[in-house]
Structures are given as structure tokens and as C-alpha cells.
């Protein structure tokens, strides 16, 4: 059932590493509304992962992505400017932080780490919008994923929330200065999800556990609930919706 018709549209997804991941449940969504999409795998080890996964949602472009290797986002960029020549959406759905300081009091975190959290957590968007820009002639949509823990204190989350409270900052800052142009800025804060990204965060499980049982409708969203917004916010039928954080949690943000 088409809920939003994203046919004739293209858009990047950044960040799919298996079937669990959220960047594949919006991929899968998107890709269900009629979108053609190209779909990034981080380095070789996880290209045996992602491949089959693109391939089975019919992805025209399939390409490596390193946002800490040089040169390799420009070249996805590149390869959709030469096939394409358009691009009418994007995700970012990748976070990194060292093991090490993502497991230390914020207070304790290194200044390497610091950085490199904050570079590929948040500066890659910045990169990937201004490549997408001119791609986006006729207007687009740039979505990011964030969390909870950006605004409130999760325990364990860490370096994390300092982290996606600047991409949120990031994405108002992004949505005023690109609206004009009819590009759109979200960020997606999605309640907690098993994904393998959140596997290094300590404790996760009783995290899950907690929002399940707190959360108004009592039980954890999936990548799919997380997917259906994508799509809508993709769509045509959001142009008038720019620099939102939507929270897909089931209602956990609410509650005190």
C-alpha cells in the first residue's frame, strides 16, 4: 500500500549494516513508496552484509562510504551527479564514537574522541548537505537520526547525547538557511531499537527493557514505525514541514 507516492524521486541512504539496522528500515519504506535509491556500505567487511540487502530493494547505486576515509563521500556524490544527476532526499543514519570514551563519563571523554565523535556523528551531515545541495534543484529532504538523549540525561548514553544535541542544533541551523531553496532538515528521534550501533552503548538492554515498560503504548517501536515517518517526511505531502524532531517512541519523550 502506497501511504505517501515517492515515485520518480531518488534519494541516498547512509548507514545500513544489516536488517536491524534503522537506515534499512527507512530504506525498506522508501523504497516501498516507489523511491529508487543508492545505499552505502561502510568498508569491504561490511559490504557482504549490505549488498544483498540493497540488492533485494532493487538499489541502482551501491557504493563503499567511509566518511573518515578522504575523498570517499565526494565519490558517492560524484557517481549520483553522473547517473542521476538529481538527487531528491537523503539520510544520514551513522554515529561513531571510541569504545573507550563512549563508555566514560562525559567528563572523562578525550579530546581525540571528542572530536572523532563529533565529526562523523555530525559534521558528515554537514558534509553530505552541501554535496546534496546542488542536487537538490527542485527542492529535497535531509534527514539525520538522532536520540532522546540528546535533551534529558540517559544513563549510559554518555558522549553520545552532547553529541546528537549538536546535530539537532545542526539540522535548525541547516533547515533556516536551506529553505529557500524548498530543502527540508529533520532530525528522526527514534525511541530505543536493538541495532547494532546501540550494542556499544552499556547497559542497553535494560534501556530497552525500560522504554518498553514505560512508554504509553508498551512496547518498542521498530525500524518499520521509524521508516513510515521517513517516507512521509520525504514525501511531497511534507513540503510544508521543515527543521522537525519528530519523536517516534510511543510517546516515551512525554513522560517525566
Not at 129 to 134: D, G
Not at 154 to 169: C, D, F, I, S, T
Not at 245 to 251: A, H, M, V
Amino acid at each position: 500500500m502506497a501511504l505517501f507516492d515517492l515515485s520518480g524521486k531518488r534519494g541516498l541512504v547512509v548507514g545500513v549494516a544489516n536488517g536491524d539496522s534503522i537506515a534499512y528500515g527507512c530504506a525498506r519504506a522508501l523504497r516501498q513508496q516507489g523511491a529508487e535509491l543508492a545505499v552505502t556500505y561502510l568498508n569491504a567487511k561490511a559490504e557482504p552484509h549490505v549488498r544483498p540487502l540493497a540488492e533485494g530493494l532493487g538499489a541502482g547505486l551501491i557504493l563503499p562510504c567511509d566518511v573518515r576515509e578522504p575523498g570517499q563521500l565526494e565519490a558517492v556524490f560524484d557517481r549520483i551527479a553522473a547517473d542521476w544527476g538529481q538527487l531528491d532526499f537523503l539520510l544520514h543514519s551513522i554515529a561513531f564514537a571510541p569504545r573507550d570514551d563512549l563508555h566514560a563519563r562525559v567528563v572523562d571523554c578525550s579530546r581525540d574522541g571528542f572530536l572523532t565523535a563529533m565529526d562523523v556523528s555530525v559534521h558528515s551531515f554537514i558534509r553530505m548537505a552541501r554535496l546534496a545541495e546542488p542536487l537538490m534543484r527542485q527542492g529535497g529532504c535531509l534527514m539525520n537520526v538522532s536520540f532522546y538523549g540528546s535533551e534529558k540525561v540517559v544513563e549510559h548514553y554518555n558522549l553520545m547525547g552532547p553529541v546528537k544535541a549538536a546535530l539537532e542544533a545542526t539540522t535548525r541551523y541547516m533547515a533556516a538557511e536551506l529553505g529557500q531553496k524548498g530543502i527540508r532538515v529533520h532530525s528522526l528521534s527514534p525511541g530505543p531499537l536493538k541495532t547494532r550501533a546501540a550494542s556499544g552503548i552499556d547497559r542497553f538492554d535494560e534501556l530497552l527493557a525500560r522504554a518498553a515498560e514505560r512508554a504509553p503504548i508498551r512496547q518498542q517501536v521498530t525500524i518499520d514505525d521509524v521508516g513510515a515517518y521517513a517516507a512521509f517526511l520525504a514525501s511531497d505531502a511534507a513540503r510544508a514541514i521543515t527543521g522537525s524532531l519528530p519523536y517516534i517512541d510511543g510517546g516515551y519523550n512525554i513522560l517525566g
